[in-house]
Nanobody
Framework: QVQLLESGGGLVQNGGSLRLSCAAS????????MGWFRQAPGKAREFVAA????????DYADSVKGRFTISRDNAKNTVYLQMNNLKPEDTAVYYC???????????????WGQGTQVTVSS
């Protein structure tokens, strides 16, 4: 079992940066691929980024490629999402998730955090 807790969200201006963190409990964190997803009001939850258990492989949605960077520190049981050049359309609740493989499918992730709000003002 893995419990996830996101932090680092907030209000930022257009073009600004934020770094989200997701702290995981449990000694098996390093065995899981990790993903970040987001859900804007009135919209479905969507894939943002994912990272393999080792950190050697990453994947990004086209909408964030070149602006967001996912990373992990297995010694600290934490995964990060560095978000640069934020845009108003990035406004959403951001969730981290743990799964057995680095995929974009929401259904393939077994554990989810509660989410952290990111608001980008224009």
């Amino acid at each position: 079992q893995v419990q996830l807790l996101e932090s680092g969200g907030g209000l930022v201006q257009n073009g600004g940066s934020l770094r989200l963190s997701c702290a995981a409990s449990g000694r098996t964190f390093s065995r899981y691929a990790m993903g970040w997803f987001r859900q804007a009001p009135g919209k479905a939850r969507e894939f943002v980024a994912a990272i393999s258990w080792s950190g050697q492989s990453t994947d990004y949605a086209d909408s964030v490629k070149g602006r967001f960077t996912i990373s992990r520190d297995n010694a600290k049981n934490t995964v990060y999402l560095q978000m640069n050049n934020l845009k108003p359309e990035d406004t959403a609740v951001y969730y981290c998730a743990a799964g057995s493989s680095m995929v974009r499918l929401i259904a393939k992730y077994d554990y989810w955090g509660q989410g952290t709000q990111v608001t980008v003002s224009s």
